[in-house]
């Protein structure tokens, strides 16, 4: 099916890579949200936004919903995907792997033990790299999630939204996605497990600028008192 002009996405994000939710301005943040809507209620007048385009996607770690859904949205975008399972670097330096896949491919996509991966893939590659769960940061996730929470409430402002569970990645990148749209966010962990300070440190920084809050304590039912939303992990 052909695809209007006008359906053709004309905007560029500022950022070469994604390797981190903050790669993307609270702006362009926005800019997002909005065009995940407009896909969802069209889907088919974006059917060729990715035509003649391949994306390397790159999984050490195992993968059911990260994998099909990227595989899946490249598709129905009008492009086509290559999937590459085991550790990156093992057999090649990954600036070679990163060399190579940018001249076959039109974008990275990796799910990584750790962020320096993606970081590595990113200084190296002359396309886009995509991060899709590092042990810091899972920004498509959170990206997705906060989309759930706008179509719900339709803003995000004023919201409390509580996490119960471990700091981990999916924790720092959804608290840094709440906060930059307004949302106050307590997070509820274990002793031991808690988020990374930096991290926090961040989302705190934005959220005197936003108007949003950010609680870290032990109690669940602390975090959970007066929720909007309320997100559970291990």
Known sequence: MAVPLQA???????????????DISTQEFGYLLDLCQKV???????ADA????????LF????????LTFELAIKQLGGDAVTVTGLIGDRE???DVARNLDRWTQGIVARVFFQRTIDELAKWSRVPVINALSDL?????????????????????GLRVSFVGDGNNVA????????RLGANFAIATPEGYAPNADIVAQAREIGA??????????????????????????
């Open 209 to 234: 600028t936003s108007g949003a809050t950010v609680e870290v304590v032990g109690d669940a039912a602390e975090a959970v008192r007066g929720a909007h939303a309320v997100y559970t992990d291990v």
């Open 8 to 22: 053709r996405p004309t905007w560029k994000l500022q950022a070469q890579d994604v390797t981190r939710d903050l």
């Open 137 to 157: 940061y899972h920004p498509c996730q959170a990206l997705a999630d906060v989309f759930t929470l706008k179509e719900k409430f339709g803003s995000l402002r």
């Open 40 to 46: 969802k209620k069209t889907p088919t007048r974006y």
């Open 60 to 67: 050490e770690k195992p993968s059911l919903r990260t994998r």
């Open 93 to 95: 330096p990954i600036k």
């Open 172 to 179: 720092h990148s959804l608290m840094l996605s709440c906060v």
């Open 50 to 57: 990715l035509g003649g385009r391949y994306l390397s996607l």
